[in-house]
Each structure stands twice: as C-alpha cells, then as structure tokens.
C-alpha cells in the first residue's frame, strides 16, 4: 500500500503560477507511474498530466500543453505538478495518483489504484 498526500494548491490570479507537490510513503514504498487529475465542481475527473518512474516519459492533456509541467524526485518519492499561465477554467480540485507499473504514462482514472484526498487551486479572474 501507498499513500498519497497533496500539498500546494491555493488561491491565485489569473496568469499566476502555483506548483502542487504530490509524497508518496507507506510500508512498501516502491517505483509507481504518477499522473495528475482534476475535477471542477459539476464536472467529471479529467486527465492533466503522467509520468513514468524514471521521469523519461511524459504525457499532457491539451488543455495544459505547454502551461504545466510534471517533474519527479525519486529520492524523495515526490511528483511535482509546475503549473504556470494559469487560466480560471484551471480551478478545480486537484487529485495525485499512482500505478505500480512505473514504466508506464497512464491517462485514465480507472488505470490508478492509489489516489491521493486532493488539494483545491482556485484561479480567479
């Protein structure tokens, strides 16, 4: 088992940067694929971003190509979610997920066993 703890979301304008950190801990703490969701209130969960153990291996929704970067830090078992440009259609909770087959880029929510309780960003006008 693994647990998932966000941190870094917050309240900024339009065109700010905020960067959301994502710790992995538990017993068995080992290589995990990490991706970055979101859900807006009356929306579904969408797909942001995923990247693979080794940090080769990335994946962006549209929505975010070139606004947000993913980076991981092995060492400190932590995936970091860079967001930059941001927009107010980018406020939304914030969710980290993590998938044993770590060299994997996962794009979907069913695929992440382990999720982590979520930190809000809200982008005001």
């Known amino acids: 088992q693994v647990q998932l703890a966000e941190s870094g979301g917050g309240l900024v304008q339009a065109g700010g940067s905020l960067r959301l950190s994502c710790a992995a801990s538990g017993r068995t703490v080992r290589r995990y694929a990490m991706g970055w969701f979101r859900q807006a209130p009356g929306k579904e969960r969408e797909f942001v971003t995923a990247i693979n153990w080794s940090g080769d291996s990335t994946n962006y929704a549209d929505s975010v190509k070139g606004r947000f970067t993913i980076s991981i830090d092995n060492a400190k078992n932590t995936v970091y979610l860079q967001m930059n440009s941001l927009k107010p259609e980018d406020t939304a909770v914030y969710y980290c997920?993590?998938?044993?087959?770590?060299?994997?880029?996962?794009?979907?929510?069913?695929?992440?066993?382990?999720w982590g309780q979520g930190t809000q960003v809200t982008v005001s006008s």
């Open positions: 997920a993590a998938n044993p087959d770590w060299g994997s880029i996962l794009t979907l929510g069913y695929q992440y066993p382990y």
